[in-house]
Nanobody, 114 residues
Framework: VQLQASGGGSVQPGGSLRLSCATS????????MGWYRQAPGKQRDSVAV???????NYADSVKGRFTISRDNAKNTVYLQMNSLKPEDTAVYYC?????????WGQGTLVTVSS
């Protein structure tokens, strides 16, 4: 199972980005799908998670600005990020659970700076 994250880049404060994470390989069923981020010198933290039934959970710092969604037919999870702030700068990682394991993507860098 491989996860391919994309959509990162550089944006000015107040801008938007959309991250995508596509899953490939043999996986019977995907349960939770989520996005995590790690800023330089900090631990990796949860940003947003969406369950198999569509329930979502967000970090307080991104509520109202970020939206997580999933396309089960494509085994893909998305993160729409609006009103970006400099403190959102980090490497963003996607993660899925399935086959009794947790799988991580390679990370995509998001830089918010003027």
């Amino acid at each position: 199972v491989q996860l391919q994250a994309s959509g990162g880049g550089s944006v000015q404060p107040g801008g938007s980005l959309r991250l995508s994470c596509a899953t490939s390989g043999s996986i019977y069923r995907i349960y939770d799908m989520g996005w995590y981020r790690q800023a330089p010198g900090k631990q990796r933290d949860s940003v947003a998670v969406i369950t198999g039934s569509g329930h979502t959970n967000y970090a307080d710092s991104v509520k109202g600005r970020f939206t997580i969604s999933r396309d089960n037919a494509k085994n893909t999870v998305y993160l729409q990020m609006n009103s970006l702030k400099p403190e959102d700068t980090a490497v963003y990682y996607c993660k899925i659970t399935g086959n009794g394991y947790a799988y991580w993507g390679q990370g995509t860098l998001v830089t918010v700076s003027s």
